[in-house]
């Protein structure tokens, strides 16, 4: 009973911190990743009425009824070809970059197409919106809006959109929708398809079955006449680029596939346009919905992620005059001489584009505005029956056509800017943080303007009729340019206006949080120096641990601070809602309140920090004093001499304190810029390699251990190149780059994978034989050296066998893939068994109630990493076996050097062993987070090896995949090194087994998990105020967001495996 | 008088590299012809001048001072170019030479110095370096410079990961700077405290 008594005094601290950690960043959260808010209206076609556009022209003169709904419609039916991750560089002509390269010009059909002399149709540029990912760009295409970050955590299960949208008015309207292709459509649109054919999307690995059901259901449908609306969504593109990259060969068969689909489509279409054909009114939309890196990966805001293409053709011939509205900005001539063009279109106005040229109603929510390119492309619609009317010169045909074009357009604006007018109004209406004031009236001011001039053009138009064929065409055609500028002015602003301000921030939460975080820093802190006093104690009075009253007026004012935020966000959204409103008088606005509270709060923290620290000597000598003090021993001399031996005790750890603190210090403010976040594996190595250096000064004295601190910088530099090399994807000989060597040297490659897969896992096996073999075993740990041993050994022989199955260097016949994915089961079970074995050991040792012996702690500590370390191994793939192997060396070299470093301060001075020195346990975590990336992890969600997730499964489930996934990306960076850590106490000297050595162990096993936590705690810290302060910044949901998500996880991950690996080993 | 000498050529540097950062891409090999050239007219001076130095102290032959120096000159820059790949510099072939040129000037900055003073005397190195107490003036006068030199090439590495696109943020130039930078202070440093420690020994001798 007062063994676990004092086992939860010891630990209770590190739960203590999980919760407020986790408080913390539950609060950040809720502030900082806020959507804009979504209004449920929906659009009409009754609501036109109360526009002031419904013209007459609406109206039937003889019926009386309205014609169409809102805009007259331009199409009957259109097909709309989505490919998932449709670089820009795919679909534009190669003579619009400097260098062509394998991929371009691969969709041959459809630049044919657009480039062939008087075509109607057209390859543009499309620039979409971060975030990049497939769910929030099929919400952004059609909502018209602005999906926000939010929704990445729903990506998973996406719910279906509430906010208004095409596919819902297309339905509403009585279109009848037809989709095949990615399955993450039907949870979007529920209950809108007439018919559809999803395919699972979520397995990468899987090239072909989404794209081969597309086509075996594309072509024939397009003979039918059941549909209005057609969506085909490809995903091959994208999974080739996740799996291979964009410079493979998976992904050029995939491109020449599209192009001859493509070519089919296009075929059957043209076969079919004539005059009462199936398809003479029927428009083909073939778009991306985002581009991808040249490593094939995608989701934030970079150039290459952001632009994709679009290409829109319509079945008619273009009236010649249509053409002097495309925009010959950007043209460039090709090798046979024909004059290529391409304008840029705004992913945001997709929604609306198709919208006006389909006649339904634009979504209530859609912000973007009929794009005149696109809108152009079906102009023959209304000059068919211009020309049909009037038959008049050629110059006044083509001024009847432009114009009549212009006319429709206008109208189309003018729809499109009241809806966006009334969007605006109402969300300012409806939303606590609207717009800003100056900003909306401005908005209020163009629209107005634009809305004034209005009345004329549609008189002058009765009036120019009534003329008609005077040749005013020219001033006439001026006046609707006009027009069409102002609307445009509008609806530019307006978007300008929603991209800046659309993603709101809770002020007071993210302050909150911020806030609790930081004093969680301070009260780690006290908590680490709590432990260490606690070793004073044993030294002083010999009388194993005991509890000190705390002299922190520090700690006690922040648990008070913590609780008053915790109370103040208890009182919820009303009392927040008031004081945001003060505050807001205040500040003038929501930027300035929460730089004013961050900045405050962190400035008060940072004081904290310094009083703190300035304390420490000072602290600790006074507690033993008085302690020593209360004991009311006759011992004067006595705490003379502990006072004296403390502060000793204290320059030393002072000093190496300093060096840590420096290094984490410069790691943590990294973090403050987007450069240093890119490349922060090779900032964790150099700093790595300044302890390492660092090191090697100190132990330039013995040479034995200087051969351990050159081989740690050698290995340092070692795990340099395996991350360099870990950046390309992991299945090798798909790249087109390097099958050229596959084909050559089979047998070469062979023994390349040999040595470089096979030695190190062979040698890992061997380590964790010899580990096993050579530890003093008590009685309950023998089950495992018999009994799970071998199971280990046999995995460890089971991990390469599978990966020679994978890569299919040697052939062997007739193994199917659940054979195949047997192997990895049988991993997963053995350390899953392990695991559980371990865990049925604590609670028997519980019951037997012996005391454990530092000796236990070791091997048990080995025992989980071998646990853990098989399930990470098989998942990590075939370069990890590298990674552990160099890991456990550096991890080795880290005890070592530390052991050194230790008998030399020994020798100094005696007191010293007493206290746990922060640079060892600084290293273990550079050394984990430069293993993170060396591993071919990055901190963005489009980053994560989703390949991870099928080993050994070919299907989906979105728990099992999750899990391993999980495993996967925080395996070898927070798993493995947390539960490693106890190793760098253990190896420091001979087991011991008295109750003051046990006591001196434990105080020192809590402060290297303290420290290692408080240093994890520090950077996810600087991750949250980099986002604060970034939150406005260009690349907030490509670069920052992503990063504190990651951040924000690892941190609760830290402290929750710290608080299971307390339980386990204390 | 004679540590004077050695610091002769850093204005040179200092002066070139400047005036050529405005052309882009030629910048780079110019830049290696330029610390080639600079090694060139400042090896001779460093190593005379040290060997002159250590002849003064030791009373041993110069011929022999030089020879270490020259054989410390390889040396160092092996054991400079290893910490540089240690800390993350770029390896390949592209980035051969001007790993090499500046891990020739960084051991001219901070071996070469010592080997002709010290030659091959683990002890004095130990005491330099391992334990960075200098104890004599021109134990000094060795020390504080290698190691401004070791620290500054330290701090020059940090913009190089900024994304300024600038072109001193190639791989060995603003390391360069920081080292040259670091070693001026470090001289500045033994200066002073040499004179402070002649003035203490005049006091003592008083």
Known sequence: MGKSLEKWRLIWPFFFIFFLHTAAIFLFTRGFLLTRTELSSTSSCSDLSSSPCSSDSFIDPSTNKTLHCWTKPAIDRVIIIIIDALRFDFLAPSAFFEEAKPWMDRLRVLQDLAYENGSSAKIFKAISDPPTTTLQRLKGLTTGGLPTFIDVGNSFGAPAIIEDNLIYQLAQNGKRLQMMGDDTWLPLFPNHFHKSYPFPSLNVKDLHTVDDGVIEHLLPALYDKDWDVLIAHFLGVDHAGHIFGVDSTPMLEKLDQYNEVLKEVVEILQNQSGPGGLHEHTFLLVIGDHGQTLNGDHGGGTAEEVETSLFAMSLKQLPPPISSIFDTSHCELDMDGRKMCISSVEQLDFAATVAALMGVPFPFGSIGHVNPELYALVANTWTDQGTTTITTTSKNAYCSNLELWMQQYAAVLCINSWQVKRYINQYSTSSIFGFPAEDLLQVENLYAQAQATWPNVTQKEVLLNEEMGNGTCQTKISILQAQIDAYKDFLEKVSELARSKWTQFDAMMMGIGLSILIVSLVIHLSFIKRARNQIWVIKGSNCGLIEKPHSNKVLSFMTVAVIFGLVLYAFSDQLMKSILVISAIFARNEQTFVYIVSWLVLLLAIGFLVLSWCNVGSGSDWNVDSEVNKKGSSSNHYSEKIRKECSTGEQGYSMKCMIALFLVAIRAFSLLSNSYILTEGSVARFLLATIGVLNLKEVLLEESTVLVAVSFLLLNVVLGFTGENGFSKDVTPASTSISVNVHVSDMGQFFWMLFTEVMPISVLAFLVFRSFQCTTVSSQWRILKYGFLPLVILSYILIPVYWVLESNVVAIPRITSFEKNLLPLVVYSVGFGLLLLLACCLVFERKEGTSKCTGDIHIAAITMLTAWGLVILMLLGRQGPRIALISILEGWCIIRSQKVAQKKEKLENTNNDMLYDPLPVTQWCFLAVSLFFCAGHRCTFDGLRYGAAFVGFDDFNIVRQGILLFVDTFGISHILPIFGLPLLVTFEGPYVHNKRGRAVFFSKLTQVFLIYGLISAITATFTTICVLIQRRHLMVWGLFAPKYVFDAIGLMLTDFLICLASLYYF | ?206
């Open chain 2, 1 to 206: 008088m004679d540590l004077l000498t050695n610091h002769v050529w850093i204005p040179t540097i200092f002066l070139h590299p400047e005036k050529r950062s405005h052309d882009g891409t030629a910048h780079q090999d110019d830049y290696s012809v330029e610390l080639m050239l600079s090694k060139l007219f400042e090896s001779p001076i460093v190593i005379l001048g040290f060997s002159l130095l250590s002849k003064k102290l030791e009373h041993c032959s110069l011929k022999w001072a030089i020879l270490r120096g020259l054989l410390g000159l390889p040396a160092g820059a092996l054991v400079n170019a290893f910490g540089a790949i240690v800390f993350g510099a770029p390896v390949g072939i592209k980035f051969l030479t001007r790993t090499v040129n500046w891990a020739l000037l960084m051991s001219l900055l901070t071996v070469v110095p010592t080997a002709s003073v010290y030659g091959s005397s683990w002890k004095d190195w130990q005491r330099l370096y391992a334990h960075s107490k200098p104890i004599t003036p021109i134990d000094y006068a060795v020390c504080l410079p290698a190691h401004g030199a070791v620290i500054g090439a330290w701090f020059g590495a940090w913009p190089m990961p900024l994304d300024w696109d600038r072109p001193w943020q190639e791989w060995p130039i603003c390391v360069t700077y920081g080292a040259i930078i670091g070693h001026t202070l470090g001289t500045v440093a033994s200066f002073i405290v040499i004179l402070l420690l002649s003035r203490q020994q005049r006091i003592k001798r008083d």
